[in-house]
Nanobody, 123 residues
């Protein structure tokens, strides 16, 4: 089974940057995807972005496109979410998630989740 450990959250001023990390271990198949999601107080968990193996292709929600970038480090079995030009509306708990096959918009299609990391953007 796959286990995910997240890090990198924190407090940042509007316009600043953060990089989230998600380290994966366990039974990771060759064709799989890692998604990034976030959940703000009083709101549903929403898709942020994703990256897939072996293609390395990425996809992003419109709300973060052009500001956030997902990437991977195969040597360390780690994925990253680089977040630039952060806005107060980006404040949320961020989660990484794993699933076999291609990426998905939907939370219930993922098999494993990280513990979440808080991102707070001040104005």
């Amino acid at each position: 089974q796959v286990q995910l450990v997240e890090s990198g959250g924190g407090l940042v001023q509007a316009g600043g940057s953060l990089r989230l990390s998600c380290a994966a271990s366990g039974r990771i198949i060759s064709s799989s995807s890692m998604g990034w999601f976030r959940q703000a107080p009083g709101k549903d968990r929403e898709f942020v972005g994703a990256i897939s193996w072996p293609s390395g292709s990425t996809d992003y929600a419109d709300s973060v496109k052009g500001r956030f970038t997902a990437s991977r480090d195969n040597t360390k079995n780690t994925v990253f979410l680089q977040m630039n030009s952060l806005k107060p509306a980006d404040t949320a708990v961020y989660y990484c998630a794993y699933r076999p096959g291609g990426w998905s918009w939907y939370t219930d299609s993922y098999d494993a989740w990280g513990q979440g990391t808080q991102v707070t953007v001040s104005s």
